[in-house]
Each structure stands twice: as structure tokens, then as C-alpha cells.
């Protein structure tokens, strides 16, 4: 896919979704304030939070192709770039760089052997930043690659990648150990077939056996070392439970049992999606209902039902009331239409954005040519961007020359920080922040909590960052 198709692709997925306010944009924030209205599609203000539900997501919303994230090891298809974790194709630029991909590298830097681009950034495969130059990564003993991952059977323990699997070994991936033995060896280690496992308090967890433990990890039993249980449980509070369920605690990697349960902002399985139940996770319903409604009592109202207030309709998964263009927007502030954004005070209204002289849509996203500038609008190439020189012109490649741009500091000149590029967000302290690729399964979510449909923004409970999942 050609930068340019990329760059609408997103446009017409973006554009719609929660309120994009161009100040709150450079304050980093995870979520917008919550709309009381009892009508429309539904936005929350304490769950995960994703575009509209009727949306697509993102042609090839994979790993690898042009414009998509970077698979594992900083690899990307067919000789490209993994330039500020999105692929970049041979003979494309990489960013606002100015420098074309070739084999991996970014011109003169990011490819191995070379120095490293902004950002302490390799783009060539199985490369990390060492000392300034790119260095292989992810092979035994060497260091793990940035997104933690190596190769060959190997795990990342303590920044190097370790053999895994043998008997004191770490565990390999999702706790596998090989030849049947278990993972419930003190500090995540593995066990051989026919050895003693440990469990969560440190005592006989019983015999390993085909990668079972007999005394521990089972059903009501107490959890293994390192918090784990059989597939089907769930370590909660230490004892091993019943999950994915209804109501249920949630399973590994907030799973649940099939798909018309999902795993809510309290790590339990609950119904969701049909008529009277809670919505789904991003504000979505089944069988053309609607979302009503804002948070965690968020409700699905169904097909040709009423959703509040007069001649508000369910009809298709929208409420007739709200959202559309020139409406008043639907709770949440959202809008249902691509290219449109809720602006204004109060309930606000649904007009358009991502033209010249309107508002940024949200997922920081402009027409092709132009960048969005300090304001908040979006201003066409060879616009100043902040009015007084200081953070550049707008480029074509979406950059504010000096800064902004995929891979480029934040602009700052006015004090605001804000980056220029579709997709992109500003990240880091002040003195370093850089403008990351956002909104993809993977990354950081977009200012106002955004991501590309079907992922949804979530926040960790115990660090309190948020990622697309």
C-alpha cells in the first residue's frame, strides 16, 4: 500500500469516534470527560475505548506490509523498514528522515552495522541501538530485541536472550517447558517429567507429569509457581478457579469461553452485545442493536427500540437521534460518520474535520497534504505550523519540517506539545519526547484513547498505561 492510500485508509477510519480536542491532545491524557446523554452509540469513560462499531478496520491490519506494525524482531516484508514500529517499503521514505529504505536500512542509518537513527531507532531485522550502533539481537546470549522477543527457542531474561525450556531453565513462551516437564520452578523455571514442582507459597506442588503438577495448578488447588494453573483456570487470590465462564474470572490473556462472552474492565467473563445486556468492550452490540448509554451501565437497546428521548430510534446499530451529521452527538460525544467530529460545548454537535481549516478527526488525522498544525486544524503544505516559525512548514510528508512528523521530536515551540502526522502521538518527557505511531493493535493509544476498530484502548490497573489490544 502506497503512503498516500495509507494515509486515507486511516482518514476514513479515524474520522469518526470520541471528541478530538486539539488542546487536550498535548497533555497526553487517557480518556475525554463523559457525556450524560442518555441516547446514541455509547462512549465510556471508564472502559476501553475504539472507533465506531460499523467501521472496518485497517486494510491489512496485520504485521509487516507497508504502513503496518512491525512484526517481531523489527521485521518487515520484502527488504522494508521498521521505522518507529510501522514498515516502511524499499525505495519509500523513512518518516520525515528524508532518507530512502533500502535492505533494511534507512540510508545511512539503522541497518546493521550502521549508526543508529533518531530515537536510538534500528530498522533492520533482529537489530537493536548497542552503544550507538545497530547490533544484532534475539540469538542465545545476545541482547533481546526491543519488543522483548528472540529467536531459535530462546526467552529475554534480564535484557539477554537464555536458552528455555531444559530442566532450571526459564519457561519458553507461554509457560511451555519441553519434554513434558512443568513450569513451576522457583523463578519461572522449568521442571522435568517426574520432578517436585513448587508452588505460589513455596511448597510441594506435588509431581510433574505431562506437564502437570498433581499438587498444585488444578481446580481449587492452590496456584504453581509464578501464579500458574491448567488451561480452563485462572490463579485468583492464590487458589486456582473455574474461568472464562459467565461471570467467571477471565483467562489467560483475558480470554473467555466463546464469543458471545468478553472480558470487562473487572477481569470477569460477562454476556454482552444482545438486547438488555451490557454493551461490548468499545461500545458495540450484536444483531443491529445499539449502544446506550456511557461506561460500565452502558446498555445494548434493541433493533427498532427506543433509545431515549423523542424520535430516537435504534435502527442498524444507530440511535436516529444522534451522531449523524449536524446532529446533536451521541453520548460519549461521538459521531457516526467518517470524517466528522464532535465539537462545541454541552452535548456538542457532529461536523465535519480533516479538511483545511477544520479541526484534526480524531487519531490526530488530516486529508492527504496537510499536517495537522498547533491549533488543532489541519492547514495544507507550506502552512507555518505555529504561526511563528519556530516548529517549521508543513511538509508533504506531514512533517512541520523541524518536528512532528513519525520518528521526530513533539513540537513545542509555543509550549503545546502536538505532533503533525495521521496516526501518530507525542510521547516522552519533554526534553525527548518523540511522536510515536499510535491507534494499531500493539501500541500506545491515540490522544482521546483511540483505536483503529476492532481494538480497543486498555489500561493496566498497576502501571496505569495504555496500549491497543
Known amino acids: 500500500m502506497t503512503r498516500h492510500a495509507w494515509v486515507m485508509a486511516i482518514a476514513l477510519l479515524v474520522g469518526c469516534g470520541k471528541d478530538y480536542d486539539p488542546v487536550a491532545q498535548s497533555q497526553l491524557d487517557d480518556g475525554g470527560t463523559p457525556n450524560p446523554r442518555s441516547g446514541g452509540t455509547g462512549g465510556t469513560s471508564d472502559g476501553p475505548t475504539t472507533t465506531d462499531s460499523p467501521l472496518p478496520s485497517l486494510p491489512g491490519s496485520g504485521c509487516g506490509g507497508p504502513g503496518q506494525a512491525c512484526c517481531t524482531g523489527n521485521s518487515c516484508k520484502d527488504g522494508g523498514c521498521c521505522y518507529v514500529d510501522r514498515c516502511v517499503a524499499p525505495g519509500q521514505l523513512c518518516g520525515a528522515s528524508g532518507m530512502a529504505c533500502k535492505t533494511g536500512s534507512c540510508g545511512t542509518c539503522g541497518g546493521l552495522g550502521q549508526t543508529c537513527c533518531a530515537g536510538f531507532a534500528c530498522t533492520a531485522p533482529n537489530t537493536t541501538c548497542n552503544g550507538g550502533v545497530c547490533a544484532t539481537c534475539g540469538g542465545k546470549d545476545q541482547p533481546c530485541c526491543d519488543d522483548g522477543s528472540c529467536s531459535g527457542g530462546h526467552i529475554c531474561k534480564d535484557g539477554v536472550c537464555a536458552g528455555c525450556g531444559g530442566p532450571g531453565q526459564p519457561c519458553c513462551a507461554k509457560s511451555a517447558c519441553n519434554s513434558g516437564g512443568c513450569c513451576a520452578g522457583a523463578a519461572n523455571t522449568c521442571v522435568a517429567s517426574g520432578g517436585t514442582c513448587t508452588n505460589a507459597s513455596y511448597t510441594n506442588g506435588g509431581m510433574c507429569s505431562a506437564s502437570g503438577c498433581s499438587g498444585c495448578g488444578g481446580l481449587n488447588q492452590t496456584c504453581c509457581q509464578s501464579n500458574l494453573c491448567a488451561d480452563g483456570k485462572a490463579c485468583v487470590a492464590g487458589t486456582c478457579l473455574a474461568c472464562g465462564g459467565p461471570d467467571q474470572p477471565c483467562c489467560a490473556n483475558r480470554t473467555c469461553g466463546n464469543a458471545r462472552l ?4 473487572d477481569s470477569r467473563c460477562r454476556a454482552c452485545g444482545g438486547a438488555s445486556q451490557p454493551c461490548c468492550l468499545g461500545e458495540t452490540c450484536a444483531g443491529g442493536a445499539c449502544c446506550v448509554g456511557t461506561g460500565r451501565s ?19 446499530g444507530r440511535c436516529s437521534g444522534c451522531g449523524g451529521s449536524g446532529q446533536p452527538c451521541c453520548a460519549g460525544r461521538r459521531c457516526a460518520n467518517g470524517g466528522e467530529t464532535c465539537q462545541g460545548d454541552g452535548f456538542g454537535t457532529c461536523t465535519p474535520c480533516g479538511g483545511a481549516g477544520q479541526i484534526a478527526c480524531a487519531g490526530n488525522v488530516c486529508q492527504t ?18 504561526g511563528a516559525g519556530g516548529d517549521g512548514i508543513c511538509t508533504a510528508e ?9 520518528g521526530q521530536q513533539c513540537c513545542s515551540n509555543s509550549g503545546l506539545r502536538y505532533c503533525s502526522a495521521p496516526g501518530t502521538a507525542c510521547e516522552g518527557g519533554k526534553r525527548a519526547a518523540i511522536c510515536v505511531a499510535c491507534g494499531q493493535p500493539g501500541q500506545r493509544c491515540c490522544e482521546g484513547s483511540i483505536c483503529l476498530s476492532p481494538a480497543v484502548c486498555v489500561t493496566d490497573p498497576v502501571n496505569g498505561t495504555s496500549a491497543c489490544q
Open 298 to 316: 452502558a446498555v445494548c437497546v434493541g433493533a427498532k427500540q427506543s433509545c431515549g428521548g423523542i424520535d430516537n430510534i435504534c435502527n442498524d
Open 369 to 386: 497534504g496537510m499536517c495537522r498544525v498547533q491549533n488543532g486544524k489541519c492547514m495544507p503544505v507550506g502552512t507555518d505550523c505555529d
Open 398 to 406: 506531514a512533517s512541520c519540517t523541524n518536528c512532528g512528523g513519525l
Open 262 to 265: 468478553e472480558c470487562g474492565t
